[in-house]
């Protein structure tokens, strides 16, 4: 079984459309995350929970909305789509959210805003 | 602004050979990580090393850590195939609750 799932795999859609990706993890960890990696391979976090409630939000467009409806699920809709959003979108988890845990990765999701 | 950095940005090998690449950072941290991401996949954790160590091994893979230069090595011996890959570090600055990852080393072994 896949330990960090997240769907779909890839997305093509057109500017202004509205969007998910969903993600569930079965490791029984309590925190999770979602990631955006550029064309440059960079790869920036961008929300954070833990147990369901929201401990990272870096600087993102309100347009980004996570929602976290049991600590296995970390959701994340993507309001009016940019050009700019085009990346690929990972999500992690890890057993606890203090300094030195490992996190687990899903295998992205590619989004294409065209 | 960007914690880590590696260096080289790209490295290409024979198989066979060792492969050595570094990451400096900005701020003084509790652990360092290195992660591996084959191309169309996640990240997947490697090792880990606390700012206590110096030196921490892991079948083929030994990592270096030196607080004073803040920096840090990842050696992979006796390199194959299936090791090319990009190689990121990601620090947990002190009194931070994130990674922050570095742009990755792209490693390509040549059969």
């Known amino acids: 079984d896949t330990a960090v799932s997240q769907t779909p795999k890839y997305l093509v859609t057109q500017m202004g459309n509205d969007k998910s990706i969903k993600c569930e993890q079965n490791?029984?960890?309590?925190?999770m995350y979602w990631y955006k990696q550029d064309s440059k391979k960079f790869l920036k976090i961008m929300f954070s929970?833990?147990?369901?409630?929201?401990?990272i939000n870096e600087t993102v467009p309100n347009r980004f909305s996570p929602k976290s409806p049991d600590k296995a699920h970390l959701n994340l809709h993507i309001n009016s789509l940019e050009l700019g959003d085009s990346a690929v979108y990972f999500c992690?988890?890890?057993?606890?959210?203090?300094?030195?845990?490992?996190?687990?990765f899903g295998a992205g999701t590619r989004l294409s805003v065209l | 602004s960007q914690q880590g950095e590696e260096d080289p940005q790209a490295l290409s090998i024979q198989e066979g050979e060792n492969a050595t690449m570094n990451c400096s950072y900005k701020?003084?941290?509790?652990?360092l990580q290195w992660y591996r991401q084959n191309s169309g996949r996640g990240l997947v954790h490697l090792i880990l090393?606390?700012?206590?160590?110096r030196e921490k091994h892991s079948g083929r893979l030994r990592v270096t850590l030196d607080t004073s230069k803040k920096s840090s090595s990842l050696l992979i011996t006796a390199s194959r195939a299936a090791d090319t890959a990009s190689y990121f570090c990601?620090?947990?600055?002190?009194?931070?609750?994130?990674?922050?990852f570095g742009q990755g080393t792209r490693l390509t072994i040549n059969p």
């Open positions: 929970y833990n147990n369901k409630e929201l401990i």
């Open positions: 990601a620090t947990t600055p002190q009194g931070a609750q994130k990674l922050v």
């Open positions: 992690a988890s890890s057993q606890g959210s203090g300094q030195g845990n490992i996190q687990y």
């Open positions: 490791l029984g960890h309590d925190t």
């Open positions: 701020t003084s941290i509790n652990n």
């Open positions: 090393i606390r700012s206590n160590e």
